[in-house]
């Protein structure tokens, strides 16, 4: 099968051409943003990115599959075992589609308690959220094998397709009033048109009929389980779970609309910095393939990601009013007093996925996982105590994860030896 794209360029290289096309994701993201923040009222709003933390949160347990797809497709390109990556994919798209369906069983019932909880008044909306996620978790066995193989620029398209589907239809729909569910839809029909691309890229894959047993033993899974699962599922609660609790601990609706605006500049840092963590992946997982070291490239994603991250952070608190004022209207004025403490919180965050993206690739994020555990349940803590504004619990989220990030930087640089198979 045809290698179409970066497989052997360099880390710097590969990265850069990754993030000329995430840039293109990320601009359909923003002015997605940017054009509800100004159709929608605050309320409705908050509410939207509230059900979008929601969905993205429902998937976070596929993000293992993900992982999988992406460490041991690299890992069999690398033996030059690519009849394995068949019988691979083919096996996790179908405990994609497992799970799916469970998510649907088990989250309609349970969509009155959610939308107490967030307190959103019509069911009808969290039930919408919950088919949506059932349909992404179609997505990450895909982009995981898209990664894996190293093909970036169709990792990258199955990417826009999401995005630029989203931005299409969602804006449609509410143009049109169909507000909320519009928005859902619009990311359910995004979805669904980066499925059907991915799937096509990978047709090749498909049609191979092979008697290769993929050697993934019952302990290989669960030890990957363990480590991997739980750092993702942490990483993504704090890049997510954020709205949702200031969605839970807000005084009223109109906050969590201007947190939602906000954190929707503020986190340009993360998705600035997500093409060094896309290639840092499967190129560590290669590598480690093979036996080499991975520190070096490791060293290069913390330099590359921590420097793009935190020259975005500082244009957004310098010019943080001029952005604001001008994307979202006077109507979300407040969130320019947010930018300092969002830079708090996003920095420290932008390491950490960092972290959890190399240690996972070598299997080694036991450390990580339980800092991280440690951190949520901190800031749960702290955040349920004191939330008199956004702004106190941002500076607290934002305190715990630089705690943890310290931490896992000084265990790899000072006590990791190894830095190849674990």
């Known amino acids: 099968m045809a290698n179409h794209d970066l497989q052997k360029h360099s880390f710097e290289v590969s990265s850069t051409i990754l993030f000329a096309l995430t840039m293109v994701c990320n601009l359909f993201n923003y002015l997605y943003q940017i054009i509800m923040g100004n159709l929608l009222t605050t309320a409705q709003y908050g509410t939207m990115n509230a059900l979008f933390s929601l969905v993205t949160l429902i998937g976070v347990p596929m993000e293992i599959l993900r992982l999988t797809a992406s460490k041991y497709t690299a890992h069999y390109m690398a033996l030059e075992e690519s009849r394995k990556i068949s019988k691979l994919l083919k096996k996790l798209m179908g405990i994609s589609a497992g799970i799916a369906l469970l998510v649907l069983v088990v989250g309609m019932p349970l969509a009155p308690w959610v939308a107490d909880i967030l307190q959103i008044e019509n069911v009808g909306y969290v039930r919408m959220a919950i088919l949506v996620a059932a349909v992404s978790c179609l997505c990450p066995v895909l982009m995981g094998t898209l990664q894996g193989l190293q093909w970036f620029t169709a990792y990258s398209i199955q990417n826009i397709f999401n995005s630029a589907g989203k931005l299409v239809f969602g804006v449609a729909l509410v143009w049109f009033g ?71 601990f807000a005084a009223n609706e109109e906050v969590t609309g201007i947190y939602s605006s906000a954190m929707t500049l503020g986190k340009i840092p993360i998705f600035a910095s997500s093409a060094i963590v896309a290639v840092l992946f499967p190129v560590v997982a290669a590598q480690q393939a093979v036996g080499k070291d991975t520190l070096k490239v490791f060293k290069k ?30 109507r979300y004025a407040d969130a320019i007093a947010l930018m300092v403490p969002v830079g708090c919180f996003i920095l420290p965050l932008t390491f950490i996925t960092i972290l959890m993206n190399y240690l996972t690739a070598l299997g080694n994020a036991h450390f990580l996982t339980a800092t991280l555990g440690g951190g949520f349940v901190m800031i749960v803590i702290l955040v349920g105590f004191f939330h008199e504004t956004a702004a106190q619990m941002l500076y607290i989220m934002g305190g715990v994860l630089a705690v943890v990030t310290i931490a896992n930087l000084v265990k790899v640089f000072c006590f990791d030896t190894r830095h190849t198979e674990t």
Do not use: P
């Open 178 to 248: 169909v507000v909320l569910y519009g928005n859902l839809m619009g990311i359910m029909l995004g979805l669904l048109l980066g499925i059907l691309y991915a799937a096509y890229v990978l047709r090749g894959f498909w049609k191979v009929r092979s008697s290769e047993t993929v050697t993934l033993g019952r302990q290989d899974i669960l030890h990957y389980l363990s480590t991997a699962f739980w750092a993702q599922m942490l990483t993504l609660a704090l890049t997510n779970g954020d709205v949702l609790l200031v969605k839970a």
């Open 301 to 330: 994603a913390l330099l590359y990601g921590g420097s793009i991250s935190a020259m975005c952070m500082a244009g957004l608190i310098l010019f943080g009013k001029q952005v604001v004022l001008l994307l979202f209207g006077q």
